[in-house]
């Protein structure tokens, strides 16, 4: 990965987006450790898939994991019915508090 200052970038972008372009990784170094690196976007949006698959697998886990516990409370048996009259009971005695 080349590293180079914001300077350097602004006065040669057009050397370091043909790199970045040929493959290669830019980190941009700025103060306070506020660095970036450049990447193509094709690059980018294949992080950002993999971001998502990653996000979907970890709601998918803890949607299985509700799941395993609803039958361990027996409440896999609720019909959606009853569901809507103990929220509604609920928000009753909220209103009433």
């Given at each position: 990965m080349l590293a180079i200052k914001t300077a350097d970038l602004t006065q040669d972008f057009?050397?370091?987006?043909?790199?970045?372009?040929?493959?290669?990784?830019?980190?941009?170094?700025?103060?306070k450790n506020e660095n970036l690196v450049v990447i193509?976007?094709?690059?980018?949006?294949?992080?950002?898939?993999?971001?998502?698959?990653?996000?979907?697998a970890a709601l998918q886990k803890a949607f299985e994991a509700v799941q395993e516990q609803s039958v361990i409370n027996?409440?896999?048996?609720?019909?959606?019915?009853?569901?809507?009259?103990?929220i509604a009971e609920v928000r009753r005695?909220?209103?009433?508090?």
């Open positions: 057009k050397r370091y987006a043909d790199r970045v372009i040929k493959g290669e990784k830019v980190l941009i170094s700025r103060p193509t976007e094709q690059e980018y949006n294949e992080f950002e898939k993999l971001r998502q698959k990653e996000a979907l027996g409440t896999d048996k609720i019909a959606m019915d009853e569901i809507n009259d103990i005695e909220k209103r009433d508090v």
